[in-house]
């Protein structure tokens, strides 16, 4: 049987709407949280009983090099038509895919109705040489493991 070393995380992609992005630098926050709740009836013993409550999904943060030319402007546009009120075109459903070292296909992760709830830049700096960086958190309904 072979041995099945865990996925690095240097080598993904993202895509929007079926469409690759690439440029990601990072990709933080991929999670959900079941709450519990906790409950007592008159009879049950001194302990308490544990339920299951609502699900919450963590926004995920998207972090790219800023650059300029074609395309330059599609993610902060996306932002903007959030922030002018235009949600019916704004949900997008988001796949993040993490490759193998040979860049094959191993995991995908699809956020449904995925929306830009955020929009920045690091800072500038005229004593520093580091890359300008543009992130983007988006706010979702849902994410799932398909692969």
């Given at each position: 049987m072979a041995r099945q070393d865990p996925l690095r995380n240097f080598r993904f992609r993202l895509e929007i709407d079926g469409v690759t992005r690439a440029g990601f630098s990072e990709v933080s926050?991929?999670?959900?949280?079941?709450?519990?709740?906790?409950?007592?009836?008159?009879?049950?013993?001194?302990?308490?009983?544990?339920?299951?409550?609502?699900?919450?999904?963590?926004?995920?943060?998207l972090k790219a090099g800023l650059t300029v030319g074609g395309g330059a402007l599609e993610l902060f546009e996306w932002f903007v038509a959030v922030f002018a009120g235009n949600m019916a075109n704004a949900r997008r459903n988001v796949v993040i895919v993490v490759q193998d070292e040979q860049g094959q296909d191993q995991a995908r992760f699809v956020m449904s109705d995925a929306w830009p709830a955020r929009y920045a830049t690091n800072d500038l700096n005229a004593k520093g040489?580091?890359?300008?960086?543009?992130i983007l958190e988006l706010a979702h309904e849902g994410i799932e493991r398909v692969q």
């Open positions: 926050g991929l999670g959900a949280t079941i709450g519990v709740i906790s409950y007592r009836e008159g009879t049950d013993p001194l302990g308490v009983r544990k339920l299951p409550g609502r699900v919450t999904y963590s926004n995920v943060r040489n580091e890359v300008l960086v543009e």
